[in-house]
């Protein structure tokens, strides 16, 4: 086998292993959505200004899951190993 | 499955490097065409506004009214001058979000784009912050503990890069996953199917990112430049 395939080979696999990354993100943000959910099921009338704080806190937890798209982009597009 | 930003032509040459004429370039002029055309219409017709509003005129009142008051409540009193630069770029991302409906390709699915966007954020948040706090600025970085120096440089200037991300990763996602889906499907099934994807991707999901662009941006700065 030679050194490039391996090599291409490897970065296909650390591909798939970056969009785990969304894990971490998914969780987190499931978690936000259900205490909003209870915080709305709590107070009605501040409904609009939980969804907007959700929204914030949900975007700045996907930030990782978006760096690990990215890399994984990186591995596949614009290999820097090879 | 084509989903990367082609090149058409060479522009023109910026020393020996060629600039192309990009996917990208052409989706960008389109929206600018669009809004600027919109804009246009609005200052013509901004004589002729009536105290009864019309349906045209009711629309414009709504737009700027609600970007106005939602300013507001984000970033306290005082930053009111901030909501026709954020209702600019809502509406231009906006726009471009909703370009992939109409078979372009998004603008903000390429890093130049987003990245512009997010220096302009952050060239807003340190002006603002040098001129509201003069030295408590600098003070800032050195708080609570002059140890805390890095931790505070590199918070900084991971802002600008985790919002041009966000919002590129997002819409890249939603270009791969539409670009993979049309090359499976037959040439007879692409009418239909794809379409529940356009409405997650390009509405819902392009929507919710140029949201979060605006809100993400006018709390960071609101926040850089809130005196105590």
Redesign the interface.
């Known amino acids: 086998m030679d050194g490039r395939s391996f090599i291409l080979g490897m970065s296909a696999l650390a591909a798939g292993i970056c969009t785990l990354s969304g894990l971490g993100s998914g969780l987190g943000q499931g978690i936000a959505a259900g205490k909003a959910a209870e915080a709305v099921a709590r107070q009605p009338e501040a409904r609009s200004s939980i969804l907007?704080t959700m929204?914030?806190g949900q975007?700045?937890a996907?930030?990782c899951s978006?760096?690990g798209?990215?890399i994984a982009?990186i591995l596949l597009?614009a290999n820097p190993l090879v | 499955m084509d989903f990367?930003n082609r090149y058409h032509a060479v522009l023109f040459h910026l020393g020996d490097t060629p600039v192309y004429l990009t996917d990208t370039l052409i989706a960008t002029w389109i929206v600018m065409g669009i809004l600027i055309l919109l804009a246009a219409a609005v200052r013509v017709r901004l004589h002729r506004f009536q105290d009864v509003p019309g349906a045209f005129q009711n629309l414009m009142e709504i737009a700027v009214e609600t970007m106005e008051n939602f300013t507001k409540t984000t970033m306290g009193p005082g930053n009111e001058a901030f909501a026709p630069y954020f209702f600019g770029v809502f509406a231009f991302i906006l726009f471009s979000n909703y370009s992939g409906l109409f078979g372009l390709r998004q603008p903000t699915a390429d890093l130049a784009t987003t990245g512009a966007l997010a220096i302009m954020t952050f060239v807003l948040i340190h002006f603002r912050g040098i001129r509201k706090k003069k030295w408590g600025y600098v003070k800032e970085y050195f708080s609570p503990h002059p140890i805390m120096f890095p931790i505070n440089f590199v918070g900084e200037i991971s802002k600008p890069i985790?919002l041009a991300?966000?919002l590129?990763?997002?819409m890249?996602?939603g270009v791969?996953i539409m670009s993979l889906v049309y090359g499976m499907l037959p040439l007879a099934l692409r009418v239909i199917l794809p379409d529940i994807l356009h409405a997650y991707f390009d509405i819902f999901a392009g929507s919710?990112q140029a949201?979060?662009f605006t809100?993400?941006s006018m709390?960071f700065i609101a926040e850089k430049s809130a005196v105590e």
Do not use: H, K, P, Q
Request: charged content about 5%.
């Open positions: 907007s929204l914030i975007a700045v996907e930030t978006v760096y798209l990215v982009l597009m | 990367s985790s991300f966000r590129f990763g997002n890249l996602g791969i919710l949201f979060i809100i993400l709390t």
